[in-house]
Each structure stands twice: as structure tokens, then as C-alpha cells.
């Protein structure tokens, strides 16, 4: 009986310990906040967070044109970013965002340096890599909600963690934008039905103790995940796939928005065809990946030349060219492999290889080529897809994922492209390509650059203002 009066007594002294803390901490942050904003009534300070705002990748892309876009429409707020890139000046890392983005910015964005970027990386944490990763991500909020806070929160890099800090400790109103979760239904499968894979080491596949317990701990993690989750207002997702997900974990439909990424097309879709040869290229655009599934694109036109035994002129015209970049030696391997197998299949004079070619030569391939294909499957979204029909390829896709879901569409009327599973299927459309009319010819073309606009910056800009919108004060 002691023992339970003890225990009883020191939860409740724990308790009320972290209960006195939360509340000393929230009404420091709100002392701060005062002083930190100054006296103005309606000026409003947005927080954008994203770690590593320094790296120039897609992510990146989406920040600035968020920051950009932030300053074109509200003159009443306040920028600042919390970084992790404290070996950076904020002039480097705006002069780096306007070099690789081409995005004009005005100076008018305030850094946040944070220290503990360390917690957040994933080699810290050999196991339970996940977790690890998302308490790292709390501390480094609370580095940030400390170092200031803001009137609105917006996490660009999915840190879900960080929100309910923000918006218990912080009273901000919080914002996200989602390009991946962290914890998926499709993982929580492979654990059930014990599959193998770069996640699920084979000694954990074996064994059912350990498969029960990454099972618990990944189910645990989704309950959290969605409830730090469902702290932000409004939720935006990077693709239909993300969508599905952030569905499937959060369930709140009506806060959840899909808003593409910017992408850059409108040089592509400048650029002008050249039509001067009767050769017919079809065109592959990808890195020497194995998921990319390179094989299927030498046995599709291997049915197609299998099609066109009685058509040996038009056979000849038929040119496949491969332009992918190598990143180091496995990728290298493939290629051999890939060459082989077109000798062994007797392809060797109707494809050429093309190893890191430069923007330039890329282009001018866009300019000669007719047909595009693409063969991964379940592609999360296909930004190279994009790019060659904004270049006026047909295309010739995946039927699966971000290409299905997304980007091209078949049916009658609105058919911006073609999609296929097989290499048979892949030769036959690509033979219907080849036998269409002109008109068609065009219709699709069309189309496809038109269906494009969808993921343009002018797009992502409409689409993230209305986004955003519950997080401001509504203008009377
Ligand atoms: C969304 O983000 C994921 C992860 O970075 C990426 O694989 C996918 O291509 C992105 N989708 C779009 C539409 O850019
Ligand atoms: C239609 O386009 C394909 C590919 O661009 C081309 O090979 C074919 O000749 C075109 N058809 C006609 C009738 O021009």
C-alpha cells in the first residue's frame, strides 16, 4: 500500500514540475515575444523552417518561391527563416537562392541561426533512427521558438514534431508544407508481411518478436505523428501520392491541400522543334538507377521492332537515346549492363547513350526529339516528364504513380500523353505515335505544354496564398 501512495505521490510531483515548467516557459515566450515584435500593432512576423535553407534542391525551390511569394502579396509582415547553416551569412544564402532559383527576393528576410542541427541528422541515431530524428527535431524548435517567436509558423521540411511546441508554447498559428511523411502505411506493410529491405533488415524479417516490436513502435510513432500533426491549420502536400498518405495518417481532408511544386518550364516550352530529318527519337531522360528499369525500355523497342518486320524503312528511322547521368561506379556497371544487353538483343544501331550530358546538349535533344519514355515504376511524382512535354514530346509513361495520378492524361478529348506497363503495351503506343495524323499529333502536344501550367510557379503561388490563408487575420 506504501508503495502505491509513494509511486502516486511521485508521479504527481513530476508532474506538477513539468506543468510549472510549460507554464513558466510560456509566459517567458510571451514576455519575449512582446519585446522581440516591438510596439506595432499590425505587423506580423512568419517563421518559414527549413534547416538546411542553404542546400538548392527542390525543397529549396519551394521555400524561396514561399518567401517570394509571401513578399508580393502581405506588406505587413516580417520574414524569418530558422536555418541550421551557421557557416552561411544571410547575404551568401539569399545571393545562392537568387543564383540557382533565379527568383528575385528582396533583402527584407531575417536569419534565425540554430546550433543543434546535429540532433536532426539521421547518422546520430543508428536506431530507432525515426524517433531519434523527430525528438532531435524538438530540440531544435525549441531552439528557434526560443531564439524567436513568431506570429505564424510554417514548416517547410517536414519537422511535424516542432508544431505542437509553436503552437502550445509559442501561441503561433501553424502552417505546413509536407513532401514526404515520415512513417507510411506501405512501411508499416512490409513489417506485417516481414519483407526484407532497406528498412526492414532481414534478422527483423525473421524474426517475430523483433517484427512485433518495430511493429508496435512504428504504430506508435504514426499515433504521435498525426497528433503533432493535426496541430498545424492547414496542411500542404506536394503531390497526389503525398496526399494519399497524409490522408491515409492524419484523416483530416478538409485542412489537407495538394500544391504542386514550382516547377521552371516556361524556357522549355519556348523552345522551338527542329524537324529537319525524317529520323523519328524517342527520347529517355533519367539517371542510370536501377528503379529507373532502363531493360524495359531496350525490350520495348525490341516488340517494336518485332511490329515492324514488314516496315524495315520506317524501322530504320527509329532511334532510341538514352541521356542519363552516372553517379559513380554501380550506376557506370548498369550502363555496360545496359549496353550488353542491347547487343544481345541486336539494338546496338538503333540506340545511342548519351553520359552526363550538359544542359545545353539536353536541350538541343529536346529540340529533336519526338517521342519521350519513361519506365519507373510508381514514380513519386516524374519532374523529367514534365520537362519533355513542356518541350512538346509526346510521352510515353509509366502507368503508375505521380505519371498516372498527376501528369498524364488519356482519356478522349483532354489526352496529353500515353501510358503503358509492358513492353508490348509500350511498343504498340508508341507505334500508334508514329502512325497518327498530323492533327492528333498536334492535339496532344498541346494539350501536354497546356497541362503543364498546372505546375508552374504562377500556379504554386495561387495555390499556396489560398493555402496559407487561415493562418492571416482576416482583412476586413
Ligand atoms: C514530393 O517530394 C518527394 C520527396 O522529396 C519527391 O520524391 C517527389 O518527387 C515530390 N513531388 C513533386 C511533385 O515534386
Ligand atoms: C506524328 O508524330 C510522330 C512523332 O512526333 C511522328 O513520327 C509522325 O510522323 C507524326 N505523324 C505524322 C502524320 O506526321
Known amino acids: 500500500m506504501a508503495v502505491v501512495i509513494l509511486i502516486f505521490w511521485v508521479i504527481f510531483a513530476l508532474l506538477s514540475v513539468i506543468t510549472a515548467i510549460t507554464l513558466g516557459l510560456r509566459q517567458w515566450l510571451q514576455r519575449r515575444k512582446q519585446k522581440l515584435h516591438g510596439s506595432s500593432e499590425n505587423q506580423l512576423y512568419v517563421g518559414l523552417f527549413h534547416p538546411y535553407c542553404n542546400a538548392g534542391g527542390g525543397g529549396e525551390r519551394v521555400l524561396w518561391c514561399a518567401v517570394r511569394t509571401l513578399q508580393n502579396k502581405y506588406d505587413n509582415i516580417k520574414i524569418i527563416i530558422y536555418t ?4 552561411s551569412s544571410p547575404k551568401a544564402i539569399l545571393d545562392k537562392a537568387r543564383n540557382v532559383f533565379n527568383f528575385e527576393i528582396n533583402d527584407k528576410v531575417s536569419f534565425v541561426f540554430l546550433k543543434h542541427r546535429r540532433w536532426v541528422e539521421a547518422k546520430k541515431y543508428p536506431h530507432f533512427t525515426l524517433l531519434g530524428q523527430s525528438l532531435g527535431s524538438m530540440i ?27 503552437k502550445f508554447l509559442g501561441g503561433a498559428k501553424i502552417g505546413c508544407y509536407v513532401h514526404y511523411p515520415i512513417v ?26 523483433l517484427t512485433w516490436t518495430k511493429l508496435t513502435y512504428y ?58 530529318t525524317d529520323e523519328i527519337v524517342i527520347l529517355s531522360v533519367g539517371q542510370f538507377r536501377p528503379e529507373k528499369d532502363h531493360p524495359l ?75 519521350g519514355i519513361h519506365t519507373m515504376w510508381n514514380e513519386h511524382f516524374g519532374i523529367g516528364i514534365v520537362e519533355c512535354m513542356a518541350a512538346g514530346l509526346i510521352m510515353v509513361a509509366h502507368r503508375s504513380g505521380g505519371p498516372l495520378l ?23 503506343c508508341i507505334l500508334n505515335i508514329i502512325h497518327n495524323p498530323v492533327e492528333i499529333n498536334t492535339t496532344i502536344r498541346n494539350a501536354a505544354k497546356s497541362s503543364v501550367e498546372r505546375f508552374s510557379e504562377k500556379e504554386f503561388e495561387v495555390q499556396f496564398l489560398r493555402a496559407i490563408s487561415p493562418l492571416f487575420p482576416k482583412v476586413p
Open 84 to 87: 541550421g547553416d551557421i557557416e
Open 140 to 166: 531544435l524548435g525549441l531552439e528557434a521558438l526560443c531564439k524567436f517567436p513568431p506570429d505564424i509558423f510554417i514548416d517547410t521540411m517536414g519537422y511535424a514534431f516542432t508544431y505542437p511546441l509553436f
Open 184 to 209: 507510411s502505411t506501405d512501411m508499416l506493410r512490409r513489417v506485417q508481411f516481414r519483407q526484407a529491405v532497406h528498412n526492414n533488415k532481414a534478422y527483423v524479417a525473421r524474426n517475430p518478436f
Open 219 to 276: 504504430r506508435v510513432l504514426s499515433k504521435l505523428y498525426r497528433w503533432v500533426g493535426c496541430c498545424s491549420e492547414t496542411i500542404m502536400v506536394n503531390s497526389s501520392w503525398t496526399e494519399n498518405h497524409i490522408l491515409e495518417l492524419w484523416e483530416v481532408p478538409f485542412k489537407t491541400h495538394r500544391v504542386y511544386p514550382p516547377c521552371e518550364v516556361s524556357h522549355l516550352k519556348q523552345l522551338e522543334r527542329l524537324d529537319d
Open 297 to 371: 525500355q531496350l525490350q520495348a523497342l525490341y516488340e517494336l521492332r518485332t511490329l515492324l518486320t514488314r516496315d524495315e524503312a520506317l524501322w530504320n528511322k527509329i532511334r532510341l537515346v538514352i541521356a542519363g547521368s552516372c553517379r559513380h561506379e554501380e550506376d557506370y556497371e548498369r550502363l555496360r549492363n545496359m549496353q550488353d544487353l542491347s547487343k544481345h538483343l541486336s539494338l546496338e544501331n538503333s540506340i545511342e547513350f548519351k553520359v552526363n550530358v550538359p544542359y545545353d546538349e539536353l536541350l538541343k535533344l529536346y529540340q529533336r526529339a519526338k517521342i
Open 406 to 428: 498527376d501528369i498524364v492524361e488519356t482519356s478522349e478529348g483532354s489526352q496529353n500523353g500515353f501510358l503503358a506497363t509492358d513492353a508490348v503495351e509500350y511498343a504498340a
